[in-house]
């Protein structure tokens, strides 16, 4: 009835393969990955970020020109986190998918990352409040793991990254509208270790 | 005579007012019944009985009987009054009525007037250090005493006898298990520190345990993270919940009476939402200990791991049904999260809630047989219930705030869940009918309740 944890795992390193040249999914559709999922129907239309609304702290940095290791590699943790060279992804409403922005933005990430080749990091999925509490906690989860595949099938080992979900719990932005919401769907990245 | 009531007496004050709810009621009569005594003390001509609670008179002259006195009568009523059995009279209808010690002191004829089928009397006494307590419930009409208790204990929390009495009258009146000794839990960010690990601004939110109707709320973890979910234990002595100590979801069990605690799914796999088996053997929960989140269940100390879901969807939620053999749980395996039930040997999917983006799926005790769950109405949720003798889904809340995470309490005639009606996210209890609302917290945030057994 149900595949066997051997199965499961080869389709699980088939799917890695095959987001090495469209980015992943992990839902049980086809991992179409590329054009970005059409929008969910209804009211979501309107909020997903076509291109995310800039995220509020959004560094002015890492431009094509990298900042210097002394810049950044010399920093404290906190403060590498508070002024984080790793950008969030942003997810559409009930959506797990890493969109062509999403898929930009890890690019950008998977080069920190191979820049800071000691850095380990963890990557928190986190959604908005309109989904229940409990739920939530699951489509956090999901998130967290597509933005891992999709930088793990860029090269970067899965061994530096874990993922934890937060659910609805730590909204980045605590307004009740569709600008605060954007914000909120989203994984964000953590350096836990230099 | 004294033997019943010396039994509760010593679970009174060995539990101080705290776990006053795992006490059974004594089957005992009160022995000065006799067999040809009508017991049962009905209303009007099909109406329910009319029932009016008095504050109980203080015996000795002391401020802490006095108030004992006061805060038992008023409790006692709204414990009544929960259950919707009696027409309770309103309190401020009968302030005037000169208050009786004894049966003959009893103004029969203003109670009469005030149309009172059954009238509660009752006395608190100062007695060493704590309390003596003696209640008789009265058929107005016939003047007979129908009822009649004697309690003695701690003065810590004169509300554990308002509980006991109210319980025990509706088990004797009505063969009604209450729920006036039960309790909530909930998490609950009213202490606003925050995380320190974290560079961003975040709240603590920790596990709080109340009475069933808000009173006595209190802190039982001081994780200083977050701690979320909890569920109590059928035993009611351990509350099982998700805790962030470990930097990710992991399940805990606290003993909140003999402050240890348990980490049972084991370490280093990601693990969230336990819920416990009626029989409190077994604990299924939500974990992504294979790559996905799946249904899971072990037994509570961790041992004979069972995986229950095996679907690349989300399936998590889970709640047991009264028997065991089934259950139910969120799974988006058809696009937006709906309810489904499993056996609990993993055979028998089958899916119940009719529309998507539907969670948290609670499962009622008998005598009913139905299924509460939240399901996307507009901008926010509503309480909807499955009946399985029907098939219908019928909705208790309307849109009055976004409502989330409906438990059942252990009789199945009330539920506590959580709404925005009042400002911020607040835990409220509703009837199955969805009257009765009462609101249980006002400060802060607080989420995920669930109703001891």
């Known amino acids: ?194 | 005579m004294q033997s019943p009531f010396r039994l509760i007496a010593i679970l009174l004050v060995l539990s101080a007012g705290v776990t006053v709810f795992a006490l059974q009621d004594p089957p005992a009569q009160p022995p000065q019944q006799q067999s040809e005594i009508q017991l049962e003390i009905t209303g009007q001509a099909g109406a329910p009985p009319r029932y009016a609670v008095p504050d109980f008179a203080a015996l000795s002259g002391d401020a802490e009987t006095t108030e004992a006195a006061k805060t038992i009568g008023q409790v006692l009523w709204d414990d009544l009054a929960f259950e919707r059995e009696f027409y309770m009279i309103p309190r401020n209808l009968y302030a005037s009525i000169p208050q009786a010690r004894t049966e003959a002191d009893v103004p029969w004829d203003q109670w009469r007037e005030l149309g009172a089928d059954g009238l509660v009397l009752g006395t608190v006494r100062k007695d060493g250090a704590g309390l003596r307590i003696e209640v008789r419930l009265i058929n107005v009409r016939s003047r007979q005493v129908v009822f009649a208790r004697e309690y003695s204990g701690s003065a810590g929390n004169p509300r554990a006898y308002a509980h006991t009495i109210a319980d025990e009258i509706h088990q004797h009146q009505r063969a009604l298990r209450g729920v006036a000794r039960t309790k909530l839990t909930f998490a609950s960010d009213r202490d606003r520190e925050k995380i320190l690990t974290t560079v961003e601004d975040r709240d603590v939110k920790e596990i709080y345990i109340s009475d069933y109707d808000g009173a006595n709320q209190r802190r039982i973890t001081v994780n200083r993270t977050l701690s979320i979910t909890p569920t109590w234990a059928p035993d009611g002595r351990s509350i099982a919940y998700t805790s962030y100590v470990r930097g990710f979801p992991t399940i805990f069990i606290s003993y909140i009476y003999e402050g240890r605690r348990e980490e049972p799914a084991g370490r280093g796999t990601q693990n969230w939402l336990p819920a416990w088996s009626p029989d409190g053997t077994k604990i299924a929960f939500t974990s992504n200990r294979d790559g996905n989140p799946e249904l899971y269940v072990m037994n509570r100390d961790g041992s004979g791991l069972r995986r229950l879901t095996n679907h690349p969807a989300i399936d998590t939620t889970p709640t047991w049904s009264p028997t065991g053999t089934q259950i139910a749980f969120t799974s988006d395996r058809a696009g937006g999260p709906a309810i489904y039930i499993i056996g609990a040997d993993g055979l028998n999917l089958r899916r119940i809630s009719p529309g998507s983006n539907c969670d948290r799926p609670t499962w009622s005790p008998a005598p009913f047989n139905e299924i509460a769950f939240v399901c996307r109405t507009g901008p926010g949720y509503d309480v909807m219930i499955y009946d399985f003798a029907s098939g219908d889904v019928r909705q208790i809340t309307f849109g009055e705030g976004s409502n989330e995470s409906p438990s059942y309490a252990p009789n199945g005639r009330h539920l506590a869940f959580t709404s925005t009606r009042a400002g911020r996210v607040q835990v409220f209890t509703v009837g199955r009918d969805g009257r009765n609302v009462r609101q249980i917290t006002h400060v802060g945030n607080n989420y995920t309740p669930d109703w001891s057994r």
């Open chain 1, 1 to 194: 009835m149900i595949p066997t944890g051997a199965a499961r795992r080869a389709t699980l390193v088939l799917l890695v393969l095959m987001a090495v040249t469209a980015g992943a999914c992990a839902k049980k559709e086809p991992p179409v990955a590329r054009p970005a999922p059409p929008p969910p129907p209804g009211s979501a239309d309107a909020t997903r970020p076509p291109s995310p609304p800039e995220p509020v702290p959004e560094p002015e940095g890492v431009p094509p020109v990298p900042v210097t290791e002394d810049d950044i590699g010399s920093r404290s943790l906190d403060d590498i986190n508070r002024d984080s060279p790793l950008r969030p992804v942003f997810f559409a409403l009930d959506q797990h998918e890493i969109d062509a922005e999403g898929q930009r933005v890890l690019q950008h990430n998977a080069e920190v990352l191979r820049r800071y080749p000691t850095w380990q990091i963890t990557i928190e999925g986190h959604c908005d409040e309109r989904g229940t509490a409990e739920y939530n906690l699951a489509l956090g989860e999901r998130r967290a793991l597509a933005a891992r595949n999709y930088l793990v099938s860029l090269g970067i080992s899965a061994d530096r990254i874990r993922t934890v979900s937060y659910g609805k719990e730590f909204p980045f932005d605590p307004g009740h509208n569709e600008e605060a919401w954007a914000k909120n769907r989203r994984a964000h990245f953590v350096v836990t270790a230099k």
